[in-house]
Each structure stands twice: as C-alpha cells, then as structure tokens.
C-alpha cells in the first residue's frame, strides 16, 4: 500500500516538472524570434486573459472561456511579440498589412489588445488579451504604431 502511494506521488510529481519544462520550453522558443533585435520595451511574467473568437487562429486556446495565462511582451524597432507557456500568441512585423485594432490602457497596470489574428478572413479570429502590466498608459503609447482602427 505504501509503495503504491509513493509511486503515485513520485509519478505525478515527475509529470508537473515535465509539464513545467515543456511551458518554459515554449515561452524560450518564442524569445529566440527577437534574436539579434534591440528591445526597445519589455515586461516579463505579465498576467494575460485571452479571449479568442476562434480556435484554428489559436488552436492552443478555448473560444468558449477566457484562458488565463503568463507571459512575456516585448517591443522591438520593427516587431510586437506576446509569448506565454502556451507559445507565440501574437508577433506582429511593423511593416505588415496586420495590425492591431485596438490597444489601450483603461485603468492603471491594464493594457488590453485587440484585433484579428494574421491571415484570417474578415470577421474571423479575432482576440483580445487582457494584460496585467506596469506602465500600462507608456505601452499603449508605445503600441500606437501597431493600431489601426477596425473600419466601420
């Protein structure tokens, strides 16, 4: 009886370090995009909320509730990333055709971001992530590049 608790225990143990290292796994596979780039901006362990419209534009998120999150955002010369455990949510080139329809700071240590998801159709796979984030207001001035309102 013994043995079999401290089995179970030692086996569950091993999978949350496994799925641990798989969640930092992903978040340093995101931060290898911005090699070479001077960071202009960063905020690491921010708390994300993602709202997603659509699961083939975020295949590892659920369209039907707000998925709680922890990554990291930078802010390069030509590029927006988002990264959490979950992988590259949004890398956005300055030079694209995609942007951000919205990015805002409604309160103090809140920056929400919204917009649709790069090469999906009008109408589809739209996002909004809520970000906790010191600075809020200095990030969405910052961000004013990316945005360009949704046309009526």
Same mark, same amino acid.
């Given at each position: 009886?013994?043995?079999?608790? &401290?089995?179970? @225990?030692?086996?569950?143990? $091993? *999978? !949350?370090? +496994?799925? /641990?290292?798989?969640?930092?796994?992903?978040?340093? #596979?995101?931060?290898?995009?911005?090699?070479?780039?001077?960071?202009?901006?960063?905020?690491?362990?921010?708390?994300?909320?993602?709202?997603?419209?659509?699961?083939?534009?975020?295949?590892?998120?659920?369209?039907?509730?707000?998925?709680?999150?922890?990554?990291?955002?930078?802010?390069?010369?030509?590029? &927006?990333?988002? @990264?959490?455990?979950?992988? $590259? *949510? !949004?890398? +956005?080139? /300055?030079?694209?055709?995609?942007?951000?329809?919205? #990015?805002?700071?409604?309160?103090?240590?809140?920056?929400?971001?919204?917009?649709?998801?790069?090469?999906?159709?009008?109408?589809?796979?739209?996002?909004?992530?809520?970000?906790?984030?010191?600075?809020?207001?200095?990030?969405?001035?910052?961000?004013?590049?990316?945005?360009?309102?949704?046309?009526?």
């Amino acid at each position: 009886m013994r043995d079999g608790l &401290l089995a179970v @225990v030692v086996g569950f143990t $091993v *999978l !949350l370090s +496994l799925r /641990r290292a798989a969640q930092w796994w992903a978040r340093q #596979a995101g931060r290898r995009r911005l090699r070479g780039a001077t960071v202009l901006r960063a905020a690491y362990g921010v708390r994300v909320g993602a709202l997603v419209q659509d699961k083939r534009a975020f295949p590892r998120l659920n369209p039907k509730r707000r998925t709680r999150l922890t990554g990291d955002l930078f802010l390069t010369q030509d590029r &927006l990333l988002l @990264v959490t455990q979950r992988g $590259v *949510l !949004l890398d +956005l080139p /300055r030079s694209s055709a995609e942007h951000l329809t919205g #990015a805002r700071a409604p309160g103090p240590g809140r920056l929400v971001l919204e917009g649709r998801a790069p090469g999906q159709a009008e109408g589809l796979g739209l996002f909004r992530f809520e970000l906790s984030i010191d600075e809020s207001a200095a990030w969405a001035a910052a961000l004013t590049d990316f945005v360009q309102p949704a046309s009526a």
